[in-house]
């Protein structure tokens, strides 16, 4: 995986935009969330937009001793909120995520909805 810090192709430039004016503290698993650094805590509610939207899988991985979560689509790694975490990264125990589990707990699907209702492409 290439860790520059987000990674952000060309066709997904709308989504990242749209996405980065629809976060907010209620889409952000952080309680600390703030307006400085918008990605913090928003990286599995994005994975899971841009794979509503693009298909592809979601990715997880322990990343500088946090969950994170990005998408691959097409072979190719889309990831919005990478700049969350200070470099030299960090990363282990990559996995691939069934969206329909992460989005069987409620508080994900709660934020989820919230960001998804908000975001306009």
């Known amino acids: 995986m290439n860790y520059a810090l987000n990674i952000v192709p060309e066709d997904f430039q709308d989504i990242a935009r749209a996405a980065k004016r629809a976060w907010g503290s209620d889409t952000s698993e952080n309680a600390s969330w703030t307006s400085e650094q918008p990605e913090s805590g928003q990286a599995l509610v994005t994975a899971l937009l841009v794979q509503d939207g693009y298909g592809g ?65």
């Open 57 to 121: 899988v979601v990715k997880e991985a322990i990343v500088n001793g946090a969950s994170h979560y990005w998408n691959e689509v097409d072979g190719v790694t889309v990831d919005l909120t990478r700049s969350q975490f200070p470099k030299p990264l960090f990363v282990e125990d990559e996995t691939e995520c069934a969206p329909e589990s992460l989005l069987a707990r409620p508080a994900v699907a709660e934020r989820y909805a919230s960001l998804k209702n908000r975001v306009i492409i």
